[in-house]
Nanobody, 116 residues
Framework: QVQLVESGGGLVQPGGSLRLSCAAS????????MGWYRQAPGKQRDLVVS???????NYADSVKGRFTISRDYAKNTVSLQMNSLKPEDTAVYYC??????????WGQGTQVTVSS
């Protein structure tokens, strides 16, 4: 069973920074992509950014230039550096893994709150 464990959420003022990390463990078949989604209250879960096994990234327009994803392929970890945070970035952030059998795995979620 694959497990994704996130860390790094919290409360930050507008304009501040946070770094999220996610570690995958368990029986993992070949990873297609890893990434982050977020869900604000009353809204659907949306893609923030993903990175493929080949290093291709896909950022949501709302975070381009502010967020950066990085991945350690040997350790099956992925991190999200979030800079210039805005109140509209407030959400629960979920780590996501897609394997080549099209199985989706999710972390438990970590709360990010941007508020003064």
């Amino acid at each position: 069973q694959v497990q994704l464990v996130e860390s790094g959420g919290g409360l930050v003022q507008p304009g501040g920074s946070l770094r999220l990390s996610c570690a995958a463990s368990g029986i993992i078949f070949t990873i297609n992509s890893m990434g982050w989604y977020r869900q604000a209250p009353g809204k659907q879960r949306d893609l923030v950014v993903s990175i493929t096994s080949g290093g291709l990234t896909n950022y949501a327009d709302s975070v381009k230039g502010r967020f950066t994803i990085s991945r350690d392929y040997a350790k099956n970890t992925v991190s999200l550096q979030m800079n210039s945070l805005k109140p509209e970035d407030t959400a629960v952030y979920y780590c996501h893994l897609l394997d080549y059998s099209s199985r989706n795995y999710w972390g438990q979620g970590t709360q990010v709150t941007v508020s003064s």
